[in-house]
Structures are given as structure tokens and as C-alpha cells.
């Protein structure tokens, strides 16, 4: 058995998430503790009860995330849960994965992709983006269609979820006409995706720009755990690596076929999604099913990592 950790990015929030991990586990009671210290207000409160609203705030959705990943990550530590060979994160998740790795101090990450939501926010007004997933539509088939779409604006691939499912994002006439393109060149479907900004292409080049000095400024020690990053889909273990990697994936795609297939290359057999919802055990099924991908954001999922365990022989 030989397990990667994964870590979710934005979408998987929900209110209500990490309220039963903090409820019966004394230490995810801390972390989010933690987390409300860090950033000056109770991101608990938002994580635990919401409103949905407010948690969808980008701002807002990035930080929440990390904490709940983290305090998942703590409790599953105290439960003596299998160490990972690898860890990786989608988009945000990274910060997570280099917590996860003792390469970001938590306070740190979340103080980061607090500001990360602010400056991904403020890169394009409102109404000016938008992003779409395209469902069966191969990555080659799909560049034709973007670069016909663009038409002197910008429509990239964002995020390489699963040999089914690629999300672009861009300027909001290029991505509608990408979509009508994508469907009339035999894409299964195509979903508007209901964000507030469009992630990782170049229109988010001036907040890459304002989270430079930030990420300057943090310390990042080297990982104790190798990393897939976002931005290239390669292992890395120096801190240089791991901030130059948060400050690529920012207008980049996210290339995460590509991430889960390395692991599985150097001989991953099982995935742990750590914390809120389950979406990276879908996409990691879709890549390769010969991996086990196992979850953990309420108590109740360890059952499955202790029955997982003992038929592997752990």
C-alpha cells in the first residue's frame, strides 16, 4: 500500500464542513482555533454553519478550505494513519499539500490564499470572465476549438481534470463561444461553471503579479514528503520549487491527469482525499482505475481507511 494524500481546491466547500471533525476530535477543535487566530476573524463559524453566500466568496472559500484540510490532516495523523509516499493538491489544495509536507507553516497558507482570493477577485470585474467544463472532448480537439473561439480575446484550458472533463476559463464572449464551438465539434457537453473569476489562464496574469511579493516574504522550507505541483505536473521537494510553483499555477493550467498518472508511475496504488467532499476521488477513478481512492473529511470515512488497511496487509 503505498498512498498519496490529495487536496481539494475550490468547489468542494460546503457549509457545515470540518464541523463533525471538530466536534468529536480535540485537535481539529484546535486547528480551526488555529485559523481563526491567524486570519482575525471566526472562518470556524463559516466553515461550520455558512451562510453559503459568504462561503463562496473566493476570499473566503480558499482559506476555509486549507483549514479544513488541515485540521483533516491532524486527525488523521492522531489516528496513526498511513504516512504518503506523495502529496499533491488541485489549484488552492497545493497550499494544503505543502502544509501537509512541513514546507508552509498553516498560518502561513492561510494568511496566503486568503490574499490569493483577494487578488484573484480583484484581476477581473465582475462579469468580464467566465469558465466552463467541456465533458468528452479530447485535449487536442479542444485546443482547435480555443484558439477558433478566442477571436483577440482569451480562452485557455484551465484545468485538466480527467481524460472527460476539461474547465477553460477566459473572457466571458470567448469562453460562450467556445462552448457553442465545443458542441458542434462533438463535445458530450458543456456546463457554465457559477464562479467568480476565470482561474488559471492569463487573465489572472495581475494577480499573479500582486501574490509575488507575498509569497516572497513567507518562508518555505524544503518538503519532507514529495510534491506533484499544479503548474508543471512535477515531483518536487525544495521550497525555492514549492513557492515558484504557487506563483505559476496562478494564470497556468492546473495539469491534473497528468499529476495523478506520475503518481501512479512511481508506484501509488492508493489516493486519500483530505478533506472537504469527495470531487478528487471522482476525477481520480476517471484517470486510472486501478488506483484506490480513499477520502477523509468526516469520522465516519476512517472505517473505510482501517478497512482498506487490513486487506492490504498494513
Not at 80 to 97: D, M, N, Q
Not at 133 to 158: C, F, P, R, W, Y
Request: with cysteine.
Amino acid at each position: 500500500m503505498k498512498i498519496a494524500y490529495l487536496f481539494p481546491g475550490q468547489g468542494s466547500q460546503f457549509a457545515g464542513m470540518g464541523k463533525m471533525l471538530a466536534d468529536e476530535f480535540p485537535v481539529a477543535r484546535e486547528t480551526f482555533r488555529e485559523a481563526d487566530e491567524a486570519l482575525g476573524f471566526a472562518l470556524s463559524t463559516l466553515c461550520f454553519e455558512g451562510p453559503e453566500e459568504d462561503l463562496k466568496l473566493t476570499e473566503n472559500t480558499q482559506p476555509a478550505l486549507v483549514a479544513t484540510s488541515v485540521a483533516a490532516l491532524r486527525v488523521l495523523r492522531s489516528l496513526g494513519a498511513p504516512e504518503p509516499a506523495f502529496v499533491a493538491g488541485h489549484s488552492l489544495g497545493e497550499y494544503s499539500a505543502l502544509v501537509a509536507a512541513g514546507s508552509l507553516d498553516f498560518a502561513d497558507a492561510l494568511r496566503l490564499v486568503r490574499k490569493r482570493g483577494q487578488y484573484m477577485q480583484a484581476a477581473v470585474p465582475p462579469g468580464v470572465g467566465a469558465m466552463a467544463a467541456i465533458l468528452k472532448m479530447s485535449a487536442e480537439a479542444l485546443a482547435g476549438v480555443l484558439a477558433e473561439a478566442a477571436q483577440d480575446e482569451v480562452v485557455t484550458a484551465a484545468n485538466f481534470n480527467s481524460p472527460d472533463q476539461i474547465v477553460i476559463a477566459g473572457n466571458k464572449g470567448a469562453v460562450e463561444r467556445a462552448m457553442e464551438l465545443a458542441k458542434a465539434a462533438g463535445a458530450k457537453r458543456c456546463v457554465p461553471l457559477p464562479v467568480s473569476a476565470p482561474f488559471h489562464c492569463p487573465l489572472m496574469k495581475p494577480a499573479q503579479v500582486m501574490l509575488k511579493a507575498d509569497l516572497d516574504s513567507t518562508t518555505f522550507h524544503g518538503l519532507s514528503v514529495p510534491l506533484v505541483n499544479n503548474w508543471q505536473a512535477r515531483v518536487i521537494q525544495s521550497g525555492a520549487d514549492a513557492r515558484e510553483g504557487l506563483y505559476e499555477q496562478v494564470p497556468n493550467s492546473v495539469r491534473w491527469v497528468e499529476t495523478v498518472q506520475l503518481l501512479a508511475s512511481h508506484g501509488v496504488t492508493h489516493t486519500l482525499e483530505v478533506g472537504a467532499g469527495k470531487v478528487l476521488c471522482g476525477l481520480v477513478k476517471q484517470i486510472d482505475n486501478t488506483l484506490v481512492p480513499l477520502n477523509f473529511g468526516l469520522p465516519a470515512d476512517w472505517v473505510q481507511i482501517e478497512a482498506t488497511r487490513t486487506i492490504e496487509g498494513e
